[in-house]
């Protein structure tokens, strides 16, 4: 049973950073993409950046380029997203997800999904 669990989460202020975490278990991590979205109240789930296997090649929104960054320790079977300059609309539950094979911005790619962690950017 594939477990996917987020840390990390908490209250900054803007101008902040904060690094989250998601430790996987019950897949072989690192055969996975590993994804993290984010949804705020009343708005749809939303990417937010996803790192590949070896942690080679990563991708993001253009809301946060430049601000967050990805990484992965395969040994730790860990994915981490360091959030940087943090603003109060990065306010949001943030998910780490998993799949296989390609990156992905798309959400309905991704069949394994944490539980969440709640970041709030006060200003």
């Known amino acids: 049973q594939v477990q996917l669990v987020e840390s990390g989460g908490g209250l900054v202020q803007a101008g902040g950073s904060l690094r989250l975490s998601c430790e996987a278990s019950?897949?072989?991590?690192?055969?996975?993409?590993m994804g993290w979205f984010r949804q705020a109240p009343g708005k749809e789930r939303e990417f937010v950046g996803a790192?590949?296997?070896?942690?080679?090649?990563?991708n993001f929104a253009d809301s946060v380029k430049g601000r967050f960054t990805i990484s992965r320790d395969n040994a730790k079977n860990t994915v981490y997203l360091q959030m940087g300059s943090l603003k109060p609309e990065d306010t949001s539950v943030y998910y780490c997800?998993?799949?296989?094979?390609?990156?992905?911005?798309?959400?309905?790619?991704?069949?394994?999904w944490g539980q969440g962690t709640q970041v709030t950017v006060s200003s």
């Open positions: 997800a998993a799949r296989m094979h390609m990156l992905s911005a798309n959400l309905q790619d991704y069949p394994h």
């Open positions: 019950g897949l072989t991590f690192s055969m996975y993409v």
């Open positions: 790192i590949n296997w070896n942690g080679a090649s990563t």
